[in-house]
């Protein structure tokens, strides 16, 4: 697990390590400094300009300049900003830097430097630049030279990753003691390059009893997946009924119960259309299918398979059909089981939100963007920019988990902290994939996961799976069925 702070996180734990825990801040600043030259290493250093701002992000600057000067590198400095507004710790480092003789230069001289380093603003960015800061900002963009930004590239928003105004476009970005929710949403993710956290001395004592809201997965938390029992049968592993496709669209239900089935589930039972009964037999053997027919709707079949599974999955394929709407009202009024909503049965509960008035608070709701706008008559821009909120406010008002889908996948049930995904890449936008996430998912809550961990571990699972396909394959020509085939380099 690793966290996300935003900038009045990290500021408190700054505070808290310096006032309280009595590290000076000078030490912290040499660390950091220490920490930059480090990833330095593969840029070409011939010759340096460093940009500092006023602020403690440019103090970092100074004090980088000064180290690489004392190994005889070739350095400049560019200040920009408000003499009289330098904090103390910058007009210090400034002082030092100096007196150890490194140069200032008073503007850019294209086509001198091999690398640039950004120590312009970092987490104490508190409103969108102009006038010279952007003039800057936009010289060394089209500047064809490696740049590293310290702490944040100047510009983005710590917070969001919004780009404020303009914002540095990194090959690098070296963030200090955590990683920031700004550096890994989009824009600012892509301005970011690679971030790399460094330990600069700030430790997980400094949120006291306060701790970040927003965190994301690593390879460790893997470990939540449930071990498999040796004393087991394959009713142990969950029960999954998929309720899923239409006629002429049978691939979102095979997508969906393979993913379970790789996922490690021992029962799957399709709820099809009767045109789809033979390809889904022919393509995955393994699942029970019940099909119906138009008008055929009534009757004790959906009860028992209703009453059947120890999760559903409604939705994906299913389109908007009347026959559509009835099942899903019918399993939202009856099942007491966790439910996995995606894709049609999402768009039918847009048009129909009264529908959720029997929800048993275990339903875990997957839309992309599109199916959010239609959901809130927002437009997708306003989600797209403010993800987590628009995520935890639907959570919380509707009482279920979110998963809002995207670059960055957001997972929330509104009121405690808040997952975002960093796994997975540009290859999964293709048609199918969600399917196969709602397979994973169902997978994770079919073996006992409670609902909130299932669609975390699930999107984190999804991600990885996707990244070991297009490691194999390549992100362009990536299919649904290359990320379902991956599931199990992942989950071993
Ligand atoms: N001891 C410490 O406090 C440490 C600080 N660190 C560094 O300090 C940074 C935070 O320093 P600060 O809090 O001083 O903040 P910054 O250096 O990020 O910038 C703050 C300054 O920029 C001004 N400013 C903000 N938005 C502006 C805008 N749009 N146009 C013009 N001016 C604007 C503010 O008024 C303030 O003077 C971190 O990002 C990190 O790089 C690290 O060295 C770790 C230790
Ligand atoms: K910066």
Redesign the pocket.
Known sequence: MEYLLN?EE??RC??TT?EKIGMP??V??E???LSVIEELASFDLTKVLIVC????????GY?VARLLHLQKIAVDILFI??EQ?R?P??NQQKKIAEYYGVKSVKDIEINQYTTIID?????????????K?AEVITKINQMNVEVLS???P?GIS?DNGKV??CGIKATKTVT??FNKVGLVLYPGAAYAGMVKVKD?G?TEAGFEEEFPKVYSYTIEDLAKIPKRNPYSNKGTYGKILVIAGSKNMSGAAYFSAKAAYRMGVGLVRIVTPEENRQIIQSLLPEAIVTTYQKKQLDGDWLMDAINWASVIVIGPGMGGSEEAHYLLSKVLSISEVPLVIDADAINILAKEPGLLQHNKQNIILTPHIGEMSRLTDKPISEIAENIIEVAERFAKEKKLTCVLKDARTIVTEGNRGTYVNTSGNDGMATGGTGDVLTGVIAGLLGQGLSVVEAARLGVYIHGLAGDAAAAKKGAYGLLADDVCEAINDVVK
């Open positions: 900038s990290m500021k700054d505070l310096i801040s000078m912290l600043m660390r950091a400094a701002g006023s602020g403690n992000n440019g103090a970092d004090a900003g408000n507004k904090s710790e910058n120590a312009l603003f970092g987490i104490g960015l508190s409103r969108p630049l102009s006038g800061y310290v702490d944040v100047s710590a404020m105004g200090f003691a600069i700030i």
